[in-house]
């Protein structure tokens, strides 16, 4: 088996994946560092490259392709959506994949904040709050033997806020369903751009294993919003202009929501977020 301490292996190339490929073979801290994504199919292959860029450093494979291949480094951002039994999948990546803690390496798993399940009173919560109870939460449970799978094998968990880009995120589906919305007007949503997920992840890659191997990391804006707050920012940007305000259905007896403290991440992993809040990045659209 051979092995260089320049290879990083991202598996799942969706929004997140192909952000993080581009921004590692624009990273000065990782010039040498060979990057291959990893999908199950060919099918936006073409597509990924043409977004990341041409590059010698950066190849494209499928499951299938790097079969018996190890990597120093690998990155684990598919979602739960595309596996039958989704921490059986993130096992298979550790043990295929990864060439463990041995070469000096790190896996990295992108968990959600959402294993921590509902808030019902604006409760904080923060990289060693517990989780959500598995049996009565199936979609956390999912996450949650996920990252015992990582953890248990020397790896790290970033726990995301909730995602999007300008045209990606709960805020897009409120504004253009023309439906109205379940939740409660002040219940709060963590957020955190694709970019500057990728970014954290970029920065555990530079923390290396001494920080990170087996330890959870809690990663949002560090700006938490109510979801008419949200909607308002929105409307701020030239995409959103001419929409309506949403009706919130949610009553006083609904979860408000939990608000992330990721500040010991931050200083852990020496990184902060590109975008300020999502009302900074809305605004820079007006």
């Known amino acids: 088996m051979s092995v260089t301490s320049s290879e990083c292996a991202v598996v799942g190339c969706g929004v997140l994946g192909t952000s993080l490929c581009k921004q590692l073979l624009e990273s000065p801290e990782f010039s040498s560092m060979q990057v291959t994504g990893i999908t199950k199919t060919k ?10 860029g041409q590059s010698e450093r950066f190849t494209m494979k499928t499951g299938e392709d790097v079969d018996g291949e190890k990597f120093q480094n690998v990155v684990f951002c598919a979602p739960p959506s595309g596996f039958e039994d989704y921490p059986a999948a993130v096992h298979d990546s550790i043990i295929s994949l990864w060439a463990g803690p041995s070469e000096g390496g790190v896996f990295i798993f992108t968990s959600s904040g959402g294993i921590y399940g509902f808030g019902e009173q604006s409760q904080v919560v923060n990289e060693g709050s517990p989780v959500a ?6 979609r956390s449970a999912r996450l949650i033997f996920a990252e015992k799978e990582v953890l248990s094998n020397g790896g790290c968990c970033l726990r995301l806020a909730g995602l999007y880009t300008l045209d990606r995120g709960a805020h897009n589906f409120w504004l253009t369903s023309g439906k109205d919305v379940t939740g409660r007007a002040d219940g709060i949503i963590n957020q955190l751009h694709y970019d500057d997920a990728a970014g954290s992840v970029i920065a555990a890659l530079a923390a290396g294993p001494t920080i990170v ?13 109510t979801r008419k707050e949200i909607c308002e920012s929105s409307l701020k940007a030239k995409k959103y202009q001419g929409f309506k305000m949403p009706k919130f259905l949610g009553t006083e007896s609904d979860p408000v929501g939990k608000i992330y403290d990721g500040s010991a991440s931050n200083k852990a992993l020496k990184w902060d977020p590109r975008y300020e809040s999502f009302d900074a990045f809305m605004s820079s659209l007006a």
Do not use: Y
Not at 43 to 52: C, F, G, M, S, Y
Not at 133 to 138: G, V
């Open 43 to 52: 099918n936006r292959h073409e597509d990924i490259l043409a977004e990341v």
């Open 133 to 138: 109870d598995p049996s009565k939460n199936p």
């Open 213 to 225: 191997s087996g330890n959870v990391f809690l990663i949002s804006d560090g700006h938490p919003m």
